[in-house]
């Protein structure tokens, strides 16, 4: 099966947080997750083995920080990262024996473009290029860009997933405010719009939010969009407790929400931040 032949299931579930299972594994804090693709690459496929055994059909590389600007202190090109990640999900598939896929996923660079910051619109494409092109070289299924919460950047990021992305599907998830706002003001129904126009194959949120705030925020998603919905809340909202975030909405609470989520139109259900594999597997009952 390709992965254009899943926009025709009426669910399909993604995997949940990453970088938050990888600390539990003894990642120190402060350092790149990405990392781990070369030099712990055993407690990076344990993650994902612990999803794909949750009932995630779609399993995402642990590459949100493989470009440039993130890896300047790293002592492994962005590409290398991607090229390792990639193939360290499509092993964890393998040894599963389960019909799934690999997103390539592509986060947010960390740096302004102008004219809030000093990046231009071209070394941003650049920065996303590398990625992009070697996890279509080491045989992504799809892109994933996720945790947007400027919707310029996101929209760089979709052209070079369009221009250098091999026709491989691309999908973008947004951060937005309880309100229905990205950070940079602009509403929902104009960040649709406008990842409408600019090619995607699927869209939604990530992060920011709880499965309660995306129910509230759903009938303004179904009333815009056209394109296959993706949401990934987070456990809950954070609370800090202890100079610690966490996050207090547990699986049964979480799945809860995501039916209503799953019976409300939308069709890729999974988890951010928080989010771990019992809070999948509830969730996966619902495909």
Not at 30 to 58: F, K, M, T
Not at 68 to 96: C, N, T
Not at 154 to 165: D, H, M, N, Q, S
Request: glycine share 12%; net charge negative; hydrophobic share 45%.
């Amino acid at each position: 099966m390709q992965f254009q032949d899943v926009f025709q299931k009426k669910h399909l579930i993604f995997d949940g947080g990453f970088g938050t299972m990888l600390l539990a594994a003894g990642l120190p804090a402060g350092a790149s997750p990405d990392q781990w693709n070369i030099s712990n690459p055993d407690a990076v496929r344990a993650v994902h083995e612990a999803y794909l055994n949750a009932g995630s059909n779609v399993i995402t590389t642990n590459t949100f920080g493989s470009t440039v600007p993130r890896q300047k202190r790293g002592e492994y090109k962005p590409a290398d990262l991607v090229i390792a990640g990639v193939k360290i999900a499509k092993e964890a598939i393998a040894a599963s024996g389960k019909d799934a896929f690999v997103a390539l996923d592509i986060g947010p660079l960390g740096e302004f473009l102008e004219p809030l910051g000093d990046l231009t619109e071209e070394e941003a494409l650049e920065y996303f290029r590398e990625p992009i092109e070697a996890g279509v070289s080491a045989g992504a299924d799809c892109i994933l860009i996720e945790t947007m919460s400027v919707l310029d950047e996101a929209l760089v990021c979709i052209r070079a997933a369009k221009t250098y992305g091999g026709g491989l599907p691309v999908l973008c998830t947004l951060t937005y405010d309880i309100r229905g706002y990205l950070m940079t003001g602009e509403t929902l129904e104009d960040a649709v719009a406008a990842l409408e126009n600019a090619g995607v194959d699927a869209l939604g949120c990530n992060c920011g939010v709880g499965p309660e705030q995306l129910v509230s925020l759903l009938p303004r998603f179904i009333a815009c969009a056209t394109k296959p919905l993706i949401m990934q809340p987070n456990a809950g909202l954070p609370e800090y407790r202890d100079g610690e975030t966490v996050y207090l909405c547990g699986p049964e609470a979480f799945a809860a929400e995501m039916e209503k989520l799953a019976n409300g139109g939308v069709w890729g259900l999974g988890g951010c931040c928080g989010t771990t594999p019992a809070h999948i597997a509830l969730v996966s009952k619902l495909a």
